[in-house]
């Protein structure tokens, strides 16, 4: 396992979170993460966002955790976004990462913690299992233009 450091977001790793989301398919500016980084930082009981660092202190991932909260259920803690760069890929960086979030999770006195992957993506669901998670259902996303 490469030597990795887990630290807070900060708002100058904005720029390389943006790349990183786009590694994964989800193209966004610097400028828009920044905000979105920002308005996180600002509720930190519910939102956390950690970052990967590598030997050399580049960017190699990051993982957005918060509190997900329903009227129906108890809160338990979920996974945003994890990304780890294509070229760190298979070198601990996602298990790390994983490992953060669930501390940050059991800090909070959450017992569950989920993520929603894609069914076309085979490589993650795989990873996530080897992790500890197991298959919890399966759901369609609707979506809704409102403003």
Do not use: C
Request: hydrophobic share 45%.
């Amino acid at each position: 396992m490469t030597a990795i450091r887990i630290r807070d977001a900060a708002p100058p790793d904005a720029e390389a979170l943006a790349a990183l989301a786009g590694q994964l398919g989800y193209p966004s500016g610097a400028a828009e993460v920044g905000s979105r980084l920002a308005f996180m930082a600002a509720h930190p009981a519910l939102h956390a966002v950690y970052v990967a660092e590598d030997a050399q202190g580049a960017v190699a991932g990051w993982v957005h955790v918060f509190v997900s909260a329903h009227v129906e259920s108890d809160p338990f803690a979920e996974i945003g976004g994890l990304v780890v760069d294509e070229q760190q890929r298979g070198a601990g960086v996602g298990e790390a990462l994983v490992r953060r979030a669930e501390a940050w999770a059991r800090a909070r006195g959450l017992v569950h913690l989920r993520v929603r992957s894609n069914v076309t993506r085979e490589r993650a669901h795989r990873f996530y299992e080897r992790h500890g998670f197991v298959r919890h259902k399966e759901q369609v996303v609707l979506q809704k233009e409102v403003g």
